[in-house]
């Protein structure tokens, strides 16, 4: 399953210049295969690694550490996983789920279901009526200022960074993928109930091999660790000074690509380690273009390259800006929507 947001739009509505996006749009079978090893078998081999450590009594220190490496692939493999649901891995439908569906697994996280989500968060990013679908929350000014007191202090611990980077993605990645979203169609409840057995199946198996207590003595630390850095990669794609947001009556679809969605200008190992998704303008603009093919997309169409980027540095201002300020256009944090109340 393949789709694009930009689709909504006509034909004459396209820039000129989308098209040369199109040769980048195409799987390579080699580049994908090279790429799933060099993620997938140092993964299985760090979690080995940090079997090894436990069981010979090791320093619990050094399996942390094993553990950090083998957290940057779980990012990796989840990148791998998200092109699957958009269909730009492999060439075909059928290897695009199963290998998904493989991924998924490893990543506690099921296909059908998150693909469905996160499909909704392509057709509705940047609009602001129809938010909700795969995004995190976010409120406007407005909607702050009219909410009772209960839903604002949601709001606000929804918003905190200790809870949105701490015990958030551990609440996502292991309990609330273990449930299918609201809304979701058979293929999607199934998807779930499948990825709970593979999980499961995973459990049983290394639990009569090395032991329960070691089993989580060496997953758990790699899930703790790569869901902060995960939710803080999706976080600065659309949660960033300058973003764009508009009611669905003004709503553009390229606008959206262009300047709602974020390139994230990582540092080289960041970079491989997140699949390249800090170019998300460019994935936004064709989600149908592979990962290993986005920096070179950016690179070799100019029109992209007008997009401003975001450094690892300047990131972390994106920590203040909790609230959409419809009047002014902009991102600002609460104590500034409180000045203006």
């Given at each position: 399953m ?8 006509t ?34 081999l ?8 436990v ?9 942390l ?7 940057g692939?779980?990012i ?6 998200h ?5 730009s ?6 290897w695009?789920r199963?290998?998904?569906y ?58 905190n ?10 609440y996502?990645f ?8 609201s809304?979701?169609?058979?293929a999607d ?6 990825t ?22 060496v997953?758990?630390p ?23 947001w ?14 709602g ?15 390249n998704?800090?170019f998300?303008?460019?994935?936004h603009?064709r ?12 690179q ?7 997009v ?5 540095g ?21 104590r ?6």
């Amino acid at each position: 399953m393949s789709f694009n947001p930009v689709l909504i739009a006509t034909a004459a509505q396209k820039p000129e210049w989308y098209a040369a996006t199109d040769p980048f749009a195409r799987p390579d079978r080699r580049k994908s295969a090279w790429q799933l090893a060099n993620t997938l078998v140092p993964y299985l081999l760090l979690l080995a690694l940090m079997v090894l450590s436990v069981t010979r009594g090791l320093s619990y220190g050094l399996t942390l550490l094993l553990g950090a490496a083998a957290a940057g692939l779980y990012i990796r493999l989840f990148i791998i996983f998200h092109d699957c649901t958009h269909g730009s891995y492999l060439a075909t439908p059928r290897w695009n789920r199963n290998l998904g569906y493989l991924c998924g697994v490893l990543t506690f996280t099921p296909f059908h279901d998150w693909r469905r989500s996160h499909a909704g968060h392509h057709l509705s990013a940047g609009d602001l009526d129809r938010r909700g679908l795969g995004d995190i929350t976010l409120m406007t000014v407005a909607e702050y200022h009219a909410a009772p007191f209960l839903k604002r202090l949601a709001y606000r611990l929804y918003r905190n960074p200790l809870l949105m980077f701490g015990i958030g993605p551990a609440y996502y990645f292991l309990l609330r993928n273990r449930l299918p979203s609201s809304g979701g169609k058979r293929a999607d409840r199934l998807g779930v109930l499948y990825t709970n057995l593979g999980i499961a199946a995973i459990v049983a198996a290394a639990s009569l091999a090395v032991g329960f207590r070691t089993y989580l003595l060496v997953q758990l630390p790699v899930v703790l660790m790569a869901g902060p850095l995960g939710i803080w990669l999706f976080y600065v794609q659309h949660q960033f000074q300058g973003v764009y947001w508009a009611r669905h009556a003004q709503w553009d679809p390229w606008r959206v690509a262009m300047e709602g969605a974020s390139y994230y200008a990582l540092p080289g190992a960041l970079r491989w380690i997140s699949g390249n998704i800090g170019f998300h303008h460019v994935h936004h603009l064709r989600p149908a273009i592979p990962n290993y093919n986005l920096r070179p997309c950016h690179q070799q169409v100019p029109q992209l390259q007008a997009v401003r980027p975001i450094t690892l540095g300047g990131s972390l201002e994106c920590l203040g800006l909790d609230l959409y300020d419809e009047e002014e256009r902009r991102m600002v944090g609460f104590r500034q929507a409180r000045k203006r109340a």
